[in-house]
């Protein structure tokens, strides 16, 4: 339990989502995401542990990645999918048409599909995925748009939701201090350092989320929350 941030900082809002912000620091936050996704959000973990077991060689699996951002974590998935000859179909969604304006620059595989859209509209479409993700999204929303958020995800997911989210804690922000120096000219450490005191610990997430939802401690400093369809093909 936090020390120090024993409160989330929900007062804070990140540079990235200003629509007015310098185009070319959010571009480079983009590219940097990759490295910083690498450095501290376990995707391999939460592949291995989530993900790969729904996977399956013969039938393609569908899955949604909701806010891709940079895209590194769709283009992760995929890679990891592919390593284990397991089929997949990925679609990432972002509301922020920047993201699908750096993207576009991007060459993408065909088994990675980019939209402007969110998930409101995709439940409006009536659309469905076997799997729905996402990386750093929670901590963005204000509590009524979190609930939306999961009622909109469970109605989106066939069988499983995984959404990868910091885990607040104070040596993690001092920690993140620490990457400063290598990520200049974006906004990645000031960015990093909210979404940290704006992140949910494990308690405060399972007391806001519906209570057939699960929230899991991944180390260091990550928690999984995650709803499994019920009745859903394993
Ligand atoms: C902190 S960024 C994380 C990007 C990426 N997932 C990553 O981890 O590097 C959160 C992104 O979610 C997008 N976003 C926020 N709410 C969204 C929603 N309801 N549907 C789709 N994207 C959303 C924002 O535009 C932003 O690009």
């Known amino acids: 339990m936090p020390v120090i941030l024993t409160r989330r900082a929900t007062h804070l809002r990140e540079f990235m989502d200003d629509p007015h912000c310098d185009q070319k620091l959010l571009y480079n936050t983009y590219r940097q995401f990759a490295s910083v996704n690498r450095l501290v959000s376990r995707w391999q973990t939460v592949y291995r542990r989530f993900i790969k077991p729904k996977l399956s060689p013969e039938r393609t699996t569908t899955l949604l990645d909701i806010g891709f951002g940079g895209g590194d974590v769709p283009l ?8 284990d000859d397991l089929k997949l179909s990925i679609t990432g969604i972002e509301t922020d048409p920047r993201a699908l304006e750096y993207a576009s620059r991007m060459a993408w595989p ?14 409006r479409q009536r659309r469905r995925y076997d799997l729905v993700i996402s990386n750093h999204l929670l901590h963005h929303l204000d509590e009524n748009e979190l609930r939306q958020l999961t009622s909109e995800a469970q109605q989106l997911a066939n069988r499983r939701i995984v959404f990868n989210d910091i885990h607040r804690g104070d040596l993690a922000w001092m920690a993140f201090t620490l990457t400063r120096p290598f990520y200049r000219n974006s906004f990645i450490t000031a960015d990093g350092l909210r979404s940290i005191r704006r992140s949910y610990t494990t308690g405060e997430l ?15 400093y990550r928690l999984i929350a995650g709803y499994d369809v019920p009745n859903a093909e394993s």
Do not use: G, M, N
């Not at 992760?76 to 390593?83: E, G, I, P, T």
């Not at 065909?110 to 439940?123: C, P, Q």
């Open 110 to 123: 065909e088994s990675i599909t980019l939209k402007h859209a969110s998930t409101t509209e995709l439940v």
């Open 206 to 220: 399972k007391a806001l989320l519906p209570e057939d939802w699960f929230v899991q401690p991944v180390f260091p």
């Open 76 to 83: 992760l998935v995929d890679r990891l999918a592919k390593a």
